[in-house]
């Protein structure tokens, strides 16, 4: 099970958390979200070990301008949370790994995904928010039983302390990782390093369990 923190915008705080050895870190490049990184110093991703792969992440944004943040953050991977069509998700699948978001609720037509596919490496599978994302809320899960291609997804959307144990009874196989966010700050873009400590703990036993 990979474990992806994301919104992070604070040095010491992602300091913290490499510590912690996620498998991702996402990193909000959209100015309206609270989690914005605004002007966070390149060299602080720059200290992150290669094996975290570094993520950005973006709503409705331009071609020109994901690629220059690209650039100056290296970033390994980016995760797009607006209205992308599979041909802009394609462009991007060259240069870096693609996570294309989309907002479920009880409606949500899974057909939609699949031109996407080849064109993204991963889905990832989040609560329906006017926000496009970082609303703390979960969708019924249970949805995710219609879905069949063989990509494999990220699950996201108000994962907290309180709702791992439910997460990894969740038996998809395409289930790849989680997405751990709002439910584990103390402020936006501030986790609570105890809090991610412990869930980290129960992601990682129960991936042993299974080998
Ligand atoms: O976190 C945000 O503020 C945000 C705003 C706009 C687009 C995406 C955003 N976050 C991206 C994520 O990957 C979040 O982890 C995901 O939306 C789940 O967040 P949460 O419900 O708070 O766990």
Aim: charged share 25%; aromatic share 12%.
């Amino acid at each position: 099970m990979k474990i992806k923190v994301c919104g992070l915008k604070q040095p010491d705080n992602i300091e913290a958390i490499i510590a912690l050895q996620p498998d991702y870190m996402g990193f909000i490049c959209y100015g309206i979200s609270p989690r914005f990184i605004a002007d966070l110093p390149v060299d602080v991703l720059d200290r992150l070990p290669q094996a975290i792969q570094k993520t950005g992440v973006f709503v409705n944004d331009s071609l020109e301008n994901i690629s220059l943040l690209i650039k100056e953050y290296n970033f390994d991977a980016v995760q797009l949370h607006g209205y992308e069509n599979p041909e802009f998700c394609e462009a991007l699948k060259k240069r870096v790994t693609v996570l294309k978001a989309f907002g479920v609720d009880e409606g949500f037509d899974f057909e939609q995904l699949n031109p996407y596919a080849g064109k993204v490496d991963y889905f990832l599978f989040d609560t329906k928010t006017p926000k496009h994302g970082g609303s703390g809320l979960t969708f019924n899960w249970d949805i995710l039983d219609k879905y069949k291609m063989d990509l494999p997804f990220f699950l996201s959307g108000g994962l907290s302390p309180d709702n791992i144990e439910q997460v990894l009874q969740i038996k998809h196989p395409q289930f790849y990782g989680v997405d751990l966010n709002s439910r584990f700050e103390t402020a936006p873009g501030v986790k609570d390093i105890e809090k991610l400590s412990k869930a980290f703990e129960l992601l990682r036993q129960s991936a042993t369990n299974e080998i």
